[in-house]
Nanobody
Framework: QVQLVESGGGLVQAGGSLRLSCAAS????????IGWFRQAPGKEREFVAV????????YYATSVKGRFTISRDNAKNTVYLQMNSLKPEDTAVYYC?????????????????WGPGTQVTVSS
């Protein structure tokens, strides 16, 4: 089992940047695919980005591609989400999640462990 905690959320103006962190404890962090998801009020949880176990393969939602970058430091048991050129529609609670199986996934139900989330608010 792995425990996840997100940090780095906050209030930022449109066009600004934030870096989210997902810190893990428990079993070997490098054994897990890590995904970032977000959920806005009244909407379903949606995929944002995912990174494979080694960090050599990443995949992004179309809405964030070119603006967000996912990375990981397995020595620090941490995954990052660098968010640039933020837009008001990026406002949501952001969650990181860990997947036991080696194949990356964009489907929330295919992830085994979740953090509590961190709020990101982008003002216009």
């Amino acid at each position: 089992q792995v425990q996840l905690v997100e940090s780095g959320g906050g209030l930022v103006q449109a066009g600004g940047s934030l870096r989210l962190s997902c810190a893990a404890s428990g079993r070997t962090f490098s054994n897990y695919v890590i995904g970032w998801f977000r959920q806005a009020p009244g909407k379903e949880r949606e995929f944002v980005a995912v990174i494979n176990r080694s960090g050599g393969n990443t995949y992004y939602a179309t809405s964030v591609k070119g603006r967000f970058t996912i990375s990981r430091d397995n020595a620090k048991n941490t995954v990052y989400l660098q968010m640039n050129s933020l837009k008001p529609e990026d406002t949501a609670v952001y969650y990181c999640a860990a997947r036991v199986l080696v194949v990356v996934s964009i489907t929330p139900s295919e992830y085994n462990y979740w953090g509590p989330g961190t709020q990101v608010t982008v003002s216009s």
